[in-house]
């Protein structure tokens, strides 16, 4: 008896983290998906909104900027909302008690592809945004979020 109460406790514990993590894919947010992008000098659309008084943008870089985020945040929904279906696709098998290896293996793999899509969404968006400002203005980004001391000399 002891086994399975520990396990319904971790269950328990776990479960916000899950939907946490599931309101957040939804919602379309980085969750940290560009931070290669990030610190490598390729600014990310949200943030250089944030920025655009001390970045200087052009009436014609926020309508851009804009635009772009607009996209991206629509298309990480969705591709979010696959992702959240396939784990719980994958949730269910062990949840029916019967786990076909096969079945598995295919679960995974779509859930696996949705993650990856999801990380190149967000990495397409930062190469798409850097090609929208000039170099000063990523420099500036860089001192402004703190990623200076990434910066090759």
Do not use: C, I
């Not at 490598?40 to 250089?48: D, E, L, Q, S, T």
């Amino acid at each position: 008896m002891r086994p399975l109460l520990l396990s319904a406790f971790l269950a328990v514990l776990a479960a916000p983290a899950a939907a946490d993590d599931a309101q957040r894919y939804l919602a379309g947010e980085g969750m940290g998906y560009a931070k290669a992008a990030e610190l490598n000098h390729f600014p990310g659309p949200m943030h250089v909104l944030e920025l655009a008084a001390p970045l200087e943008l052009t009436a014609e870089q926020r309508t851009a900027t804009e635009r772009l985020m607009q996209t991206h945040k629509a298309e990480a929904r969705a591709l979010g909302a696959k992702l959240v279906a396939a784990e719980q696709a994958v949730e269910q098998l062990f949840r029916s008690g019967r786990v076909d290896p096969k079945e598995l293996e295919s679960a995974v793999a779509a859930a696996a592809r949705l993650q990856g899509e999801y990380r190149l969404s967000h990495l397409e968006t930062h190469r798409r945004m850097r090609a929208l400002l000039t170099e000063e203005q990523v420099k500036r980004y860089d001192m402004l979020r703190g990623h200076h001391q990434h910066r090759k000399h």
